[in-house]
């Protein structure tokens, strides 16, 4: 059977998949978006790397200094440990990813 032939996802199944990002990347082919900080050219999928989205997007989704904005801002730029300790395991360069947020902030 084809790929033309085959039954359609329910519309259950697909919500559910759209809420895996990682899923989502892995079915259309996409590359990590922390992929240009990569050490390697590779992400290392997993928890290292989805902690540094989720505090990038806290970061920038978030209203302005509420929790989440507050230790996300602490762990992209302050951390002396966690933040390169998070980098190094996911192969990121840290250095690399800081200083693009760093010019990323509102002056």
């Known amino acids: 059977m ?5 039954p359609l ?3 259950e199944e697909l919500l559910i998949e759209s809420l895996n990002p990682r899923g989502l990347r892995e079915r259309f082919g996409l590359p990590h978006p922390l992929s240009k900080f990569s050490v390697n050219g590779t992400v290392k999928e997993g928890p290292y790397a989805d902690a540094i ?3 990038i997007q806290d ?3 978030s209203g302005p200094r509420n929790e989440r904005d507050i230790a996300a801002r602490w ?3 302050e951390s002396e440990l966690a933040f ?3 980098c190094g395991e996911a192969g990121i360069d840290a250095e690399k990813l800081r200083s693009h947020l760093l010019r990323c902030r509102p002056a």
Do not use: E
């Open 9 to 11: 996802q329910s519309l």
């Open 59 to 61: 970061w920038k989704l």
């Open 2 to 6: 084809n790929n033309h032939n085959r």
């Open 75 to 77: 762990f992209l730029f």
């Open 53 to 55: 989205l989720q505090f």
């Open 84 to 86: 390169f300790r998070a």
